[in-house]
């Protein structure tokens, strides 16, 4: 079977790391969660109080373990779950609008793809990461659906929340993350779109693995 590289991206909550994850898993490929290092440079940017970003990129150390699943390692601590909590979600997306941090976190996603095999999730892989990705994917689900299965994810990672307060942050980081002038978070020309609203995850991922299993013919 030939080697791909996968890229799935989506708003807030679409289902992109869940289906990732698993269609990385059926076919033995690397799976690379790319909100998840946006997401370790801001618990940085909170810890040191600090709006420059060239320096906070250069004092960063960002390592990421993939087993079963992945494991983020910030300058030697494991922040995997810190970086989920509610105060990195509120920043994230204005830390990633900013260009040396975009600089910085998409060449290491491009060495991490290089040998391809890769499922990548995140808002610009199709556009800017992996614009030769084999096969691309838009992922989206309506904003309700989006902040219910949030609300179970918070629910069980102990993350207080709330239904409407999740509804507003989802669609406001969103609206940040289409309207940012470095590679907004929009659909790749390229990209076959997924409404995942009312779907079950076994079937998104079949959906997924069929298409691939065509690209690695
Ligand atoms: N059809 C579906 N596709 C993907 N995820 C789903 C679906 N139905 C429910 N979920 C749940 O929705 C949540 C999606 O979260 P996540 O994968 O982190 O999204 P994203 O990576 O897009 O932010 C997970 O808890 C997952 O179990
Ligand atoms: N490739 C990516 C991935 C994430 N991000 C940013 O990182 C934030 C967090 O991404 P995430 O995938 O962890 O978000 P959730 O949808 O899982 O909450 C997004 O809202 C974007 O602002 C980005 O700009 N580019």
Redesign the pocket.
Same mark, same amino acid.
């Given at each position: 079977m030939k080697k791909i590289n996968i890229a799935i991206d989506g708003?807030? &909550?679409?289902g992109?790391?869940t289906i990732a994850k698993l269609v990385a898993q059926q076919f033995n490929m690397i799976y690379v /969660?790319?909100? &998840?290092m #946006? %997401?370790a440079i801001t618990l940085y940017y909170i810890e040191q109080e600090s709006e420059d970003f060239d320096r906070l990129v250069k004092e960063i150390d960002l390592k990421i373990v993939l087993d079963n699943g992945q494991r983020v390692i910030l300058n030697g601590k494991d922040v995997s779950e810190r970086i989920r909590e509610n105060d990195v979600?509120e920043k =994230?997306?204005y830390v990633?609008s900013k260009e040396s941090v975009r600089t910085f976190l998409v060449e290491q996603q491009q060495k991490l793809a290089d040998e391809k095999n890769v499922v990548m /999730?995140? %808002? /610009?892989?199709g556009t800017t =990461?992996l614009p030769d990705a084999e096969l691309k994917i838009y992922m989206i689900a309506s904003v309700e659906e989006r902040a219910v299965r %949030?609300l179970k994810d918070n629910e069980l990672r102990g993350i207080e929340s709330d239904l409407e307060f999740l509804k507003v942050d989802i669609e406001r980081?969103d609206q #940040? /993350?289409m309207n940012r002038d470095i590679s907004p978070l929009v659909k790749a020309e390229d990209a076959i779109s997924i409404d995942t609203t009312g779907l079950t995850i076994e079937e998104v991922t079949n959906q997924i693995t069929e298409l691939a299993k065509d690209k690695m013919v």
């Open positions: 708003p807030a &909550a679409a992109k790391s /969660d790319t909100g &998840a #946006y %997401r979600t =994230v997306s990633a /999730d995140g %808002r /610009d892989i =990461v %949030r980081r #940040y /993350d």
